[in-house]
């Protein structure tokens, strides 16, 4: 079963959601900074 894309934006907001207080840092790999980037400047 594959992800959806907006599915894993959501899980990513979320979790971003839960350790803002926390000082942590979420780094994107794996192609999906490129996307998100791309998606974004469009």
């Known amino acids: 079963m594959m992800i959806k ?3 894993l934006q959501n899980a990513l907001l979320n979790l971003l959601h839960e350790v803002r207080d926390t ?3 979420l780094i994107v790999g794996g192609g999906l900074g490129i996307y998100l980037k791309a998606d974004h400047v469009r």
Do not use: V
């Open 5 to 7: 894309i907006t599915e």
């Open 23 to 25: 000082g942590l840092k």
